[in-house]
Antibody, heavy 117, light 111 residues
């Protein structure tokens, strides 16, 4: 079936970087984009950015410009989200989601990233 | 880009209908028919319920419907059931520079 499976939980110190993976299966990876969405504990959803799995084009929310990178590996149908210079307020559950026209139709299970000294 | 505004909570009795509003601006909700709605149960990933303002993905109950008027989109749940108790988020495309913005979220309680 169509699914996105994310890498496991991470604990990082302030100032470090984290790279989260999102492996797709059950569909042609290059046909869709992947968005990343995060959710701080007890808070709402926040869209971070998008990458085209077809050509690697990206678009990021302004607040993440400069410290966010998104890449894809079409050979393994995997998308990656790399967030640098982590702060305590980056502690959140990070989701990848398949980007369909007008919505995000398939979601990964989420990856908890904890930033703590 | 500010989050879209949703009521913090909405409640209803089983069988009733409820409506959740999602208010944006002329730069997001008002400009694009790209509003989607997500249901999220505690500890779970969000689930797409409505896309393109009014469209239901395969497998989503007809009890869920979406609409839009001006800068405000709405999600209506008819025939409320216990399993509908969850958090609901709207999301809108907001142009190429901003891309997407989520709503503040609404907790739906079935009394």
């Amino acid at each position: 079936q169509v699914q996105l499976v994310q890498s496991g939980a991470e604990v990082k110190k302030p100032g470090a970087s984290v790279k989260v993976s999102c492996k797709a299966s059950g569909y042609t990876f290059s046909t869709y984009g992947i968005s990343w969405v995060r959710q701080a504990p007890g808070q709402g959803l926040e869209w971070m950015g998008w990458i085209s799995a077809y050509n690697g084009n990206t678009n990021f929310a302004q607040k993440f410009q400069g410290r966010l990178t998104m890449t894809t590996d079409t050979s393994s149908s995997t998308a990656y989200m790399d967030l640098r210079t982590l702060r305590s307020d980056d502690t959140a559950l990070y989701f990848c989601a398949r980007h369909e026209t007008g919505g995000f139709d398939i979601w990964g299970q989420g990856t908890m990233v904890t930033v703590s000294s | 880009q500010s989050a879209l505004t949703q009521p913090a909570s909405v409640s209803g009795s089983p069988g009733q209908s409820i409506t959740i509003s999602c208010t944006g601006t002329s730069s997001d909700v008002g400009s694009y028919n790209l509003v989607s709605w997500y249901q999220q149960h505690p500890g779970k990933a969000p689930k797409l319920m409505i896309y393109g303002v009014t469209k239901r993905p395969s497998g989503i109950s007809y009890r869920f419907s979406g609409s839009k008027s001006g800068n405000t989109a709405s999600l209506t749940i008819s025939g409320l059931q216990a399993e509908d108790e969850a958090d609901y988020y709207c999301c809108s495309f907001a142009g190429r520079s901003t891309s997407y913005v989520f709503g503040t979220g609404t907790r739906v309680t079935v009394l």
